[in-house]
């Protein structure tokens, strides 16, 4: 299996951005999707996840309104995340994720995280 992102770089705060990930090799009927983040000193942290329908999704609380997650399985399992009107704080390695496994009210959780990529890093600055 592989998870191939792509799309990170530097932008400037209010600007935009769109981080896409490809999954490959995948054989199960249904799984959620999602990206977190790390910075130097902190935790992965999921910062939007969508479930195996696309009917259901998460989004940490300083990202809301401005990231927005979706997938397209026609286009071989590809999810996007479109930050809009990024922030200092948005700086990091963006990890897309897979699981099998959907949290009520929490999206991915990083313990049931079957697959990383590779990360892409972003880089906000004003």
């Known amino acids: 299996v592989q998870l191939q992102a792509s799309g990170g770089g530097s932008v400037q705060t209010g600007g935009y951005l769109r981080l896409s990930c490809t999954a490959s090799?995948?054989?199960?009927?249904?799984?959620?999707m999602g990206w977190f983040r790390q910075t130097p000193g902190k935790e992965r942290e999921l910062v939007a996840g969508?479930?195996?329908?696309?009917?259901?999704?998460?989004y940490l609380d300083s990202v809301q309104g401005r990231f927005s997650i979706s997938r397209d399985d026609a286009k071989k399992n590809t999810l996007y995340l479109q930050i809009v009107n990024p922030r200092s704080g948005d700086t990091g390695v963006y990890y897309c994720?897979?699981?099998?496994?959907?949290?009520?009210?929490?999206?991915?959780?990083?313990?049931?995280?079957?697959?990383w990529g590779q990360g892409t890093q972003v880089t906000v600055s004003s």
């Open positions: 994720a897979v699981s099998r496994k959907w949290v009520q009210n929490k999206g991915l959780a990083i313990s049931f995280v079957d697959y």
């Open positions: 090799g995948l054989t199960w009927p249904s799984y959620s």
């Open positions: 969508i479930d195996w329908t696309g009917d259901r999704t998460y």
